[in-house]
C-alpha cells in the first residue's frame, strides 16, 4: 500500500540505507558465486534461477491491485530475501546441524533448515511491522511482502542448487546442463512457489496481529504462522531429500498444490473484501461532500478502474489517462484511510494524512475525465462487509 505521511528526510536515509547495504551485499554474494564455482557455473546457475521470477513476482503485483506496496519495499524484501535471509538460512542451518549432531545434508535439510531459513524470512515481515507499521495493512499486505522475500529467497538457493549441479557436487548426483536442466524443471516449473508459499503463513500470522485488540492474538499469531511456515518447510524437504520419487510428487500433488491454492484463494477474497470495504467508506465520503457518488464504482471495482484508465487514455490522451490513475490512487487511500478512522483505528498523524491526500485530489480532479455514470447503486447496498 503507499507511503502513509512521514518526514521525508527519514524516508529518504531509510532507502538509501538498504539500498547500500543490499547492493554490497549483492556484490558480494555475486563474487563469492563466482570465486567458488567459477564464471561458466554461475552464469549458468544465474540464467536458470532468474526465469520464473518474473512470472511469480507478477502473480503477486496482480493480487495487490487496490493500494500497491511501495516498488522501494518491494525490492527491500526480495534484496533481503536473496541476500540477508539466505545467508542466515546458510549460517545457522550449518551452526545447528553440527551443535545438534545432524551433520548429515538430508537430516539438516529436514530439521534445521526450516527452522532457520523461516526465520530469515520472516525477519523482514518482523521489522516492517516494528518499524514501518503504516505499510502493513493486513493478510494481504503480508501475503505480499511474505512472497517478494520468498522470491528473492529462492532466487539465490536456485542459484547455488544449480550451480552444485552443473559442477557434479550435488548429493543427488548428475553433472552438467542435462542433470541442472532437470532439476531447473523441478525447482523453477514445478515448484517457483515453495519458499513464497512457506513464508505466506508468516505474513499472514503478522497480517492478523496487526489489528488484533488483545496482546496473546498480537503475539501468538505470528508465532503460529511461523511454526506452520517451518512445518511446510520440512514436509517438503522431506519428502525430496527422504523419500523416493512417488513421495515427493505425492506431497506436491497432496499438500504444496492445495495449500497454494488455499494462500491464492484467501488472497483473492481478501482483495474482493478490500473492493467492498473501499465502496462503503467512500460512499461515506461522497455523503460529506469529498467527492461525487458517481466516481466511487470507478473506484472501487478494479475491472471499473481500468476501464476509466482506457477511456481517459483513448479519449483524451496519456496526460489525462495519468490524471485518472493518480486520482485514483488517492481517493482509495482517503478511502481505506476514512474507514480506519470510522472503525476507531486510525493511524498516527491520520489528520495530516487525510490533509495530505485530500490536497492531492484536489491537484488532480481538474485534469480527470471519468466515462459516463454508471446506475446509480442505493447506499444501502454498499454496507461494511462486517455488518
Partial sequence: MPPAWQPARRRTWLVVLTSIVLGLGAVAVAALLVISGGPEAALVGFGLAVIPVPFVVMTYLWLDRYEPEPWSYLVSAFGFGAIIATTIGVVFTMLGAKASGLDGDDMAGVVWAPITEEFGKGLFILLVVLLRRQQMHGLLDGIVYAGMVGIGFAFTENILYYMQTYLGESPAGGRG????????????????????????????????????RRWVTRIGAPLIGYAVAVGLHSAWNASAFLG??????????????????FVLGLALWVRRREGRVLAAALADCAARGWLHPDEIPWIASLSHRATARSYAKIRHGRPTARAVKEYQQAVTELG?????????????GHLALQAAIRGRIAMWRPNVVLPPPLPRVPRHLYAHPSG
Fill in 177 to 212: 546442463i542435462e542433470a541442472t536442466s532437470a532439476l531447473f524443471f523441478l525447482r523453477g516449473v514445478m515448484a517457483p512457489f515453495s519458499h513464497p508459499l512457506f513464508t505466506a503463513a508468516i505474513g499472514i500470522g503478522f497480517g492478523i496481529a496487526v489489528y488484533a
Fill in 244 to 261: 523416493e520419487g512417488w513421495t515427493f510428487l505425492a506431497t506436491y500433488a497432496v499438500g504444496m498444490m492445495p495449500a497454494l491454492a
Fill in 336 to 348: 481505506f484511510l476514512h474507514d480506519r478512522i470510522l472503525r476507531g483505528s486510525p493511524p498516527k
